[in-house]
């Protein structure tokens, strides 16, 4: 089946570095990735749409400049977070559709969780 | 925005018991998806629902898609230990967009 492959599965880094984060479509193609946060106990939130070849759509609320996403081919969408502060500290999902395919379910990667000290 | 309301938001059973949640929302959705989620892993996907009024089943997962599209639950027969987790609904807006319920965390006792 579709598998969705995130990488690092965990990291730590201190206040004010850079994280980035990798998502990749493992045997299928995604023209569009998913990034989601989930804090301890709660839902996943959506934060935005990655779009192969253009911009990513953010959702209400997040921003743009600290979030930076770049989907450059078909099976990769990477997230980075600059400048990160504790705060940012949570779990981060990415996850996948396959091209092409009507209905088709979105796949979910392993997670991210990311701890800022 | 739009939500999903889930519930219950957490369960205690005996091993062996069945177990019903279920999701409601003001909005129609065109897709419902119910997936588990263990911790420290993402979701995983367990029914998806494209058809109002659908009854799927995976196992011992039943699901059903209401038929005003605005609702759809989850059963589960005879827990068993590997049930453990936290379930969550999810409805899909458009095309693309996934919205998900609070979950309901279930907990089985031997």
């Not at chain 1, 990477?78 to 009507?102: K, M, Q, W």
């Not at chain 2, 453990?84 to 279930?106: E, H």
């Amino acid at each position: 089946g579709a598998v969705v492959s995130q990488h690092p599965s965990w990291v730590i880094c201190k206040s004010g570095t850079s994280v980035k984060i990798e998502c990749r479509s493992l045997d299928f193609q995604a023209t569009t990735m998913f990034w989601y946060r989930q804090f301890p106990k709660q839902s996943l939130m959506l934060m935005a749409t990655s779009n192969e070849g253009s911009k990513a759509t953010y959702e209400q609320g997040v921003e743009k400049d600290k979030f930076l996403i770049n989907h450059a081919s078909l099976t990769l969408s990477t997230l980075t977070v600059t400048s990160a502060h504790p705060e940012d500290s949570s779990f981060y999902i990415c996850s996948a559709r396959v091209s092409g395919v009507n209905n088709s379910p979105l796949h979910f990667g392993n997670g991210t969780r990311l701890t800022v000290t | 925005g739009q939500q999903l309301n889930q519930s219950p938001q957490s369960m205690f059973i005996q091993e062996g018991e069945d177990v019903s949640m279920n999701c409601t929302s003001s909005s129609i959705f065109n897709t419902w998806l119910w997936y588990k989620q263990d911790p420290g892993e993402g979701p995983v996907l367990l029914i998806a629902l494209y058809k109002a009024g659908e009854l799927t089943s995976n196992g011992r997962l039943t699901a059903q898609f209401g038929i005003t599209r605005k609702d759809s639950f989850l059963n589960i027969s005879a827990s068993i230990p590997s049930d453990v987790g936290i379930y969550f609904c999810a409805g899909l807006l458009g095309a693309q967009k996934l919205v998900f319920g609070q979950g309901t965390r279930l907990t089985i006792n031997p």
